[in-house]
């Protein structure tokens, strides 16, 4: 059985990201609700529990908390933030309202040694974010660390493997982070560290073999990396009985519907059951006269379903259903204490109308870098595996208000020349190359002058980041020139656009993608 390290998620807007930290530690790491029972966390055998932040006050009625059980299963445990203040809460310590709230990054003194602390400078930068504090440690804790404003910056009941944090180690602003979390992971959890990509790949189809048997499976290729790398790891553990439906909804980036079929059709590298469904009127007429975002995302999401169980009456029965769901997907729609940031239409289950047994989801648990490693083990071409990122509703929220024929049009030669300029830059200096960048279109209108003559056109929003995980991330730094070339290229070309503007904004507190 594989070690494992369980985050209670008590709604915290980082709790993903710790998760991932965990694993970059090479242990297998998952998110579970807050109130999962202290028998089940015993049932699953965890090395460790990490308690997330929160935006709640421990002491006002109604707010999230975990059980005494949880810290009496002999698990070692570290709180962090709002879980540091559920350890002092719950075990009689004093949390209160802080007199100096602290926020962004703040300067930690280690006050005594520690396991947590081995080999971290005495004096660090760390990323706070919190309204109370911790004012008495509970007994049998000793206090390890302060800030100016925190008496209790971290604290630890070594006898009971008890540890809390007040700050964020997870975040990349908290300068010693890393090596924290590492600390408690190998010296206090004890792990092993030995969990790597391709064993993922070998148990993933060996199980999927298991669980599907002889049924048939019709799995949802978009032809994006996260279906991609799905579609060809059924494919290694089903072979000919895996039907990919590839469903062009007329949202996708310039000529992708060709370039998709192209990589999986009959005459690509793969040896696939392909079909391609042109939806593109079907989903224009769905979607017109919708403005709202989660509206658009549910009726994508809706007729994705219906196209496919259409599909595969067409081809007999089919008792499974693949899609490309990954764990950033699952904990962003909401599932577990976190609040709903945008739900994916392909995470939730089958409605009920659906023939279906049941969803095979076999990337579910991974992040996007470890779903791009797992698609390099399975020989997939560093192309496709590091293709840019792209949403499952496509240009769908990449177009602000309304979709329309002539919208996705615009977007998409936007959105072209900017990967076109932007690929031919980076060639010849790479240092500020995005992860990902892409062009939206606003809902805004304008008044411009283009030749002699007024316009009244819309604004063009280009969006590139530069991140690790895609859980933070920060605007890339593009070259004036070439955005201003960029702009100029766009406002000439493409008809209907004026006006073109970059955003700089960062994730938190915006998303990558504009709905």
């Known amino acids: 059985m594989k070690e494992m390290i369980i985050v209670l998620d008590f709604g915290g807007q980082y709790n993903q990201l710790i998760a991932r930290r965990v694993r970059e530690c090479g242990v297998y790491c998952e998110v579970h609700p807050y109130n999962t029972d202290p028998k089940e966390l015993a049932r699953l055998s965890p090395k460790g529990i990490i308690l997330t932040g929160g935006p709640n006050s421990v002491y006002a009625e109604g707010s999230p908390l975990c059980t005494k059980e949880v810290f009496e299963l002999g698990i070692p445990v570290l709180g962090i933030c709002y879980g540091a203040q559920i350890l002092a809460f719950v075990l009689s310590g004093k949390v209160q309202p802080a007199p100096v709230s602290e926020y962004g990054r703040t300067e930690v003194t280690i006050d005594e040694e520690s396991v947590l602390f081995e080999g971290v400078k005495k004096t660090s930068v760390t990323w706070m974010s919190h309204t109370d504090y911790i004012a008495e440690a509970p007994e049998g804790f000793a206090v390890r660390a302060k800030t100016l ?4 910056a971290a604290m630890e009941d070594t006898s009971r493997k008890l540890y809390a944090v007040q700050f964020h180690p997870e975040v990349s602003h908290s300068e ?29 189809v060996r199980e999927l073999r298991e669980r599907i048997g002889n049924g048939r499976v019709l799995c949802a290729l978009s032809g994006g990396v996260d279906s991609s790398v799905a579609a060809v790891l059924l494919s290694k553990a089903v072979g000919k009985q895996l039907t990919c439906v590839f469903v062009d909804h007329g949202l996708l980036r310039k000529n992708e519907g060709d370039e998709v ?34 509206k658009k995302r549910h009726i994508i999401g809706e007729e994705f379903i219906r196209v496919f169980e259409a599909e595969a009456k067409k081809i007999g029965q089919v008792e499974f259903l693949a899609q490309g769901t990954i764990y950033p997907d699952v904990i962003e729609s909401g599932l577990g204490e976190s609040a709903v940031i945008k739900s994916h239409h392909n995470v939730g289950g089958l409605p009920d109308h659906v023939d279906f047994k049941e969803i095979v989801e ?20 560093e192309k496709l595996v590091f293709r840019q990122p792209f949403p499952g509703p496509g240009l769908g929220i990449r177009i602000i208000g309304e979709v329309t024929a002539e919208k996705v049009k615009m977007v998409q030669d936007a959105d072209a020349i900017l990967r076109e300029e932007i690929g031919k830059a980076a060639e010849e200096n790479p240092s ?30 280009l969006r590139a980041v530069k991140t690790d995980d895609f859980m933070t991330a920060n605007a890339a730094p593009i070259p004036f020139e070439l955005l201003s070339h960029i702009t100029d290229r766009i406002v000439n070309e493409v008809d209907g656009v004026n006006r073109v503007f970059y955003d700089l904004t960062s994730k938190p507190p915006a998303t990558v993608e504009l709905e």
């Not at 870098?369 to 071409?381: Q, S």
């Open 149 to 152: 404003n925190c008496p209790v």
């Open 176 to 204: 010693e982070g890393f090596r924290i979390l590492g600390n408690f992971v190998k010296k206090v959890c004890g792990c092993a560290c030995d969990w790597r990509m391709d064993s993922f790949v070998e148990s993933s």
């Open 261 to 294: 079929e192209a990589v999986f059709g009959p005459d690509g590298p793969y040896d696939l059951n392909f079909i391609r469904v042109n939806a593109q009127e079907h989903f224009y007429e769905k979607l017109k006269g919708v403005t709202e975002p989660e």
């Open 362 to 381: 076999p990337l579910r648990m991974l992040f996007k870098d470890e779903v791009r490693k797992a698609g390099l083990e399975l020989g997939i071409p």
């Open 432 to 461: 500020w190359m995005p992860a990902q960048y892409y062009a939206a279109l606003t809902n805004m209108r304008s008044v411009g002058v283009m030749g002699d003559d007024r316009t009244y056109d819309y604004a063009v929003a």
